[in-house]
């Protein structure tokens, strides 16, 4: 099974940017699908982003859509989540999530992904 390490998080003033990374191993990479969720203080997870096997589809959270990017690098077995124009509500512990795929679409439910990583933590200062 695939072991998911984030680094990247940390401290920003209100409009910078962030730009946190996942790395897979144990597993083959391109078998899954890979998910970015966030957890707010005090506040239920949620989805983020979303990236397909191939990286050829993205699906985002409307509320930051134009603002983050969702990338992945097979050859590194990377995800990359580049946030942009961050905002003090973007506060949240950010996690990455791997699913295995047969399909080559994206996958936003939390309950769908069964690999989750440890998280890194994103401070947004207004």
């Known amino acids: 099974q695939v072991q998911l390490v984030e680094s990247g998080g940390g401290l920003v003033q209100a409009g910078g940017s962030l730009r946190p990374s996942c790395t897979a191993s144990g597993d083959t990479f391109t078998r899954y699908v890979m998910g970015w969720f966030r957890q707010p203080p005090g506040k239920e997870r949620e989805f983020v982003a979303s990236?397909?096997?191939?990286?050829?589809?993205?699906t985002y959270a409307d509320s930051v859509k134009g603002r983050f990017t969702n990338a992945r690098d097979n050859a590194k077995n990377t995800v990359y989540l580049t946030m942009n124009n961050l905002k003090p509500e973007n506060t949240a512990v950010y996690y990455c999530?791997?699913?295995?795929?047969?399909?080559?679409?994206?996958?936003?439910?939390?309950?769908?992904?069964?690999?989750w990583g440890q998280g890194t933590q994103v401070t947004v200062s207004s």
């Open positions: 990236i397909s096997r191939s990286g050829g589809s993205t």
């Open positions: 999530a791997a699913e295995v795929s047969l399909l080559t679409s994206t996958v936003v439910l939390t309950q769908k992904y069964a690999y």
